[in-house]
């Protein structure tokens, strides 16, 4: 289990059963796809750390994982933050570091 807490809201990651990947925000649980599960997953455990797209996309896909093109990843960032932020376009959790990669809010 990972626990998160900014200013106002609380963010809280557990897998209890590997057939559901659950994520707690304010109390509110919102289930994530495997994937979805495991990039949120990647980024808590490295809070306030910038993570590459390259390192993001191996970690996730794999090492046949064409980091050329991370349209994949931005794709399902875009449905992580629409299931968790409270405004996907101003998001608090998971910040972008354009040209560089992600960070989660510490």
Not at 18 to 44: D, G, M, S
């Given at each position: ?42 980024l ?19 090492p046949?994982?064409d ?6 990843l ?23 570091e ?9």
């Amino acid at each position: 289990e990972i626990r998160l807490s900014l200013v106002g809201s609380e963010m809280c990651i557990r897998d209890r059963d590997l057939n559901k990947r659950i994520v707690n925000v304010n109390n509110e649980t919102i289930r994530l796809t495997q994937v979805e599960y495991r990039i949120v997953e990647l980024l808590a455990r490295n809070p306030g750390k910038v993570l590459t797209y390259d390192y993001i996309m191996s970690n996730i896909w794999g090492p046949y994982a064409d980091s050329e093109n991370n349209r994949i990843l931005r794709v399902n960032m875009s449905h992580i933050r629409k299931k968790l932020e409270p405004d996907s376009m101003k998001p608090r959790y998971i910040l972008t570091e354009i040209g560089v990669g992600y960070r989660m809010a510490e």
